[in-house]
């Protein structure tokens, strides 16, 4: 599903780039997030380069990653079904 490896600065441009600037995360945000989802085995430290720490989404993350994705979907769709036909 996603398979890029990154680093938390590459993250974080990723994102602001994705929401056109509406989502900052910041360091202390970012960096207990990586911790908390290496922890939950949802990402793995695959190596560092010039200090930082590159991570990679694991099986089990990119499962959850399509769980959530799904639910996502649906809540949109449940949103257009009350609005243009409520």
Excluded: W
Excluded at 58 to 67: A, I, P
């Amino acid at each position: 599903m996603f398979h890029e490896e990154a680093h938390g600065y590459h993250i974080v441009q990723r994102v602001g780039a994705l929401t056109e600037g509406e989502i900052n995360i910041g360091p202390g945000t970012l960096y207990g997030s990586l911790s908390k989802m290496e922890k939950d085995g949802l990402i793995r430290f695959v190596r560092e380069e010039d200090k930082r720490k590159i991570y990679k989404i694991t099986e089990l993350g990119n499962q959850v990653l399509g769980l959530e994705i799904k639910r996502i979907r649906r809540l949109c769709q449940n949103v257009r079904e009350v609005v243009y036909e409520g």
